[in-house]
């Protein structure tokens, strides 16, 4: 059974920090490629960032040079570092996995909150 749970997410004025953290169990992760994603009100949900299992990474434009996405083998986790983090930002955040050879998302996690205000 394969469950992702996200942690980090909270509450920070416009400029600071957060770091988000998806830990993964039921598979070995490493084999899957890991994404984050976020979903505002009234908006649709889009892509932030993703890592392949060669550890090639895709950011969604409005977060390049601010959002850094990772993976902690140690810990079986893929990590979001958010800096400069500006109102536009505020959404729950999502931690979703994949096989890398296939284009869907089939795992999910239950969300963060993330508020920047």
């Known amino acids: 059974h394969v469950q992702l749970v996200e942690s980090g997410g909270g509450s920070v004025q416009a400029g600071g920090s957060l770091r988000l953290s998806c830990t993964a169990s039921?598979?070995?992760?490493?084999?899957?490629?890991m994404g984050w994603f976020r979903q505002a009100p009234g908006k649709e949900r889009e892509g932030v960032a993703s890592i392949a299992n060669d550890g090639n990474t895709v950011y969604l434009d409005s977060v390049k040079g601010r959002f850094a996405i990772s993976r902690d083998s140690a810990k079986n986790a893929v990590d979001l570092q958010m800096n400069s983090l500006k109102p536009e930002d505020t959404a729950m955040y999502y931690c979703?996995?994949?096989?890398?050879?296939?284009?869907?998302?089939?795992?999910w996690g239950q969300g963060t909150q993330v508020t920047v205000s």
């Open positions: 979703a996995a994949r096989l890398c050879a296939s284009p869907e998302y089939n795992y």
């Open positions: 039921g598979y070995t992760y490493i084999k899957r490629c």
